[in-house]
T-cell receptor, first 116, second 113 residues
């Protein structure tokens, strides 16, 4: 069974469009994340939710809006897509976000977004 | 200065070689440390945590020097299957329910037959 799944795997779209990426985890984790990996392979956190509550919001344009309907799902909606949004977007989850140590983060397979 | 710095490589080594990767981090408040592995066009996966006393997992040895803010990974007897990008990762804990993983840009290892 897939632990962290994302859909779609590939997304090719025109500038200006609005698109969504979905993420689901079946690990019973409390915390979920969205990361962006750019063309230089730099992986950077965008958002983190703990039990449906937003706890990390990095300096991300407000065209990006995460939504967590329940703690097993964290979706990412992107409005008015720009060329610079082209990247691989990874969802991840972990058992808990707090405390002196971090439990392992499990990543989804990634969504490769190409904006034309 | 980047928060986590690594030599991007590539490191091209023959099978059976020993290879070492280094990483430095800038935030002394970093609390926990990891090496993740990322295969080409795949997601990152945890390779091992890094403890202050150093730790070993089979052919892999990780070391941490908090005073120098330096982390290392040693791979002995390299296998073709070790070819991947190795990501140095530090955790910043802001208290309560807020942890943040900071990733280095990764070091590419290519093990040659």
């Amino acid at each position: 069974d897939t632990a962290v799944s994302q859909t779609p795997k590939y997304l090719v779209t025109q500038m200006g469009n609005d698109k969504s990426i979905k993420c689901e985890q079946n690990l019973g984790h409390d915390t979920m994340y969205w990361y962006k990996q750019d063309s230089k392979k730099f992986l950077k956190i965008m958002f983190s939710y703990n039990n449906k509550e937003l706890i990390i919001n990095e300096t991300v344009p407000n065209r990006f809006s995460p939504k967590s309907p329940d703690k097993a799902h964290l979706n990412l909606h992107i409005n008015s897509l720009e060329l610079g949004d082209s990247a691989v977007y990874f969802c991840a989850s972990s058992h808990r976000a707090g405390g002196p140590t971090t439990d392992t983060q499990y990543f989804g397979p990634g969504t490769r977004l190409t904006v034309l | 200065r980047k928060e986590v710095e690594q030599d991007p490589g590539p490191f091209n080594v023959p099978e059976g070689a020993t290879v070492a990767f280094n990483c430095t981090y800038s935030n002394s408040a970093s609390q926990s440390f990891f090496w993740y592995r990322q295969d080409c066009r795949k997601e990152p996966k945890l390779l091992m945590s890094v403890y202050s006393s150093g730790n070993e997992d089979g052919r892999f040895t990780a070391q941490l020097n908090r005073a120098s803010q330096y982390i290392s990974l040693l791979i002995r007897d390299s296998k073709l299957s070790d070819s991947a990008t190795y990501l140095c990762v530090v955790n910043l804990n802001y208290g309560g329910a807020t942890n943040k993983l900071i990733f280095g840009t990764g070091t590419l290892l290519a093990v040659q037959p």
